[in-house]
């Protein structure tokens, strides 16, 4: 699981950097699911201006969120890991969201179980 936290609203050159840093992380080709909000830009764009033959892309359906994982990634954090959670400052924030993230990605069960909710089927093996 990949995050980075931004402390402004997400613009294209952010989409670029964060699937660039994903790709130079797992060194290998990526698909991207893309959920098709408008903020987040055309896919086309990266790989005819950027020349990203490296990744492809997969669409979800527009307004969909049910079948987005990361929907019930984010469900997760905030009504569950952060439920009744007062931070003392934006900064503490910030690092109880990773840290509540890092969590996540710790359990190969609960990973499994937001592409289940979706209703989408992951090969069991490892």
Not at 47 to 64: D, I, K, M, R
Not at 98 to 112: G, K
């Amino acid at each position: 699981m990949h995050l980075h936290l931004l402390e402004h609203n997400a613009r294209w050159d952010d989409f670029v950097w964060f699937v660039r840093a994903v790709r130079d992380q797992v060194c290998r080709e990526l698909i991207v699911v893309w959920d098709g909000l408008s903020a987040h830009g055309k896919a086309e764009r990266f790989l005819s201006e950027l020349g990203c033959s490296w990744v492809q892309f997969e669409y979800l359906p527009p307004y969909c969120p049910e079948l987005n994982p990361v929907e019930h990634v984010w469900s997760q954090t905030k009504w569950c890991e952060l439920a009744n959670h007062v931070p003392e400052n934006i900064d503490a924030l910030r690092d109880d969201v990773l840290n509540a993230y890092i969590d996540q990605a710790q359990h190969q069960h609960l990973l499994r179980g937001h592409f289940t909710w979706a209703g989408l089927d992951l090969a069991s093996g490892d």
